[in-house]
T-cell receptor, first 110, second 111 residues
């Protein structure tokens, strides 16, 4: 079983709509969680960290469910520029060895 | 401007040749990392270094080597022993908290 699993998608989303997707992780001792965004053939860029209480950054909301071992990302009022692959990232040790999911592709259409 | 640079952006080599990928950062980060990404897969850790003159193997270190002689630099050598070297290679560094920041990557093609 992979340490971090994501639905690969694609999630085809009309512009202006809301899309949400989850990521599950296997290590219950995981301490830090992140969402990164990766555009085609580019490097991943940090979108947001995920805090225990949940957090929001503009149109993006991240939630953590430790009991069920998943994190979620919700994008409201989707823009064409939100089209990308979203990587779920989990840090399970103090050395910064991050575990990456394979990514969820989001395609926002006009 | 502070950041992480990787060069070259594209690299082509013949099978059996060693090749070294460059990674430089001027962010004053202590920790640096090398990842490999294959199509449709997540990033996999090759090597990481927490401090100068020290580094540890990641999950897929076989066929690769690194050095960390300076804080700013963490070059990766892909040796001829690496069976499937064609991939997108990403270098990252870490702040005092958990987030890692990535360089633009090097696409290596070995034929």
């Amino acid at each position: 079983r992979k340490e971090v699993e994501q639905d690969p998608g694609p999630f085809n989303v009309p512009e202006g709509a809301t899309v949400a997707f989850n990521c599950t992780y296997s290590n219950s001792a995981s301490q830090s969680f992140f969402w990164y965004r990766q555009d085609c053939r580019k490097e991943p860029k940090l979108l947001m960290s995920v805090y225990s209480s949940g957090n929001e950054d503009g149109r993006f909301t991240a939630q953590l469910n430790r009991a069920s071992q998943y994190i979620s990302l919700l994008i409201r009022d989707s823009k064409l520029s939100d089209s990308a692959t979203y990587l779920c990232v989990v840090n399970s040790d103090s050395w910064g060895k991050l575990q990456f999911g394979a990514g969820t592709q989001v395609v926002v259409t006009p | 401007d502070g950041g992480i640079t990787q060069s070259p952006k594209y690299l082509f080599r013949k099978e059996g040749q060693n090749v070294t990928l460059s990674c430089e950062q001027n962010l004053n980060h202590d920790a640096m990392y090398w990842y490999r990404q294959d199509p449709g897969q997540g990033l996999r850790l090759i090597y990481y270094s927490q401090i100068v003159n020290d580094f540890q193997k990641g999950d897929i270190a076989e066929g690769y080597s690194v050095s960390r002689e300076k804080k700013e630099s963490f070059p990766l050598t892909v040796t001829s022993a690496q069976k499937n070297p064609t991939a997108f290679y990403l270098c990252a560094s870490r702040t005092g908290v958990d987030e890692q920041y990535f360089g633009p990557g090097t696409r290596l093609t070995v034929t």
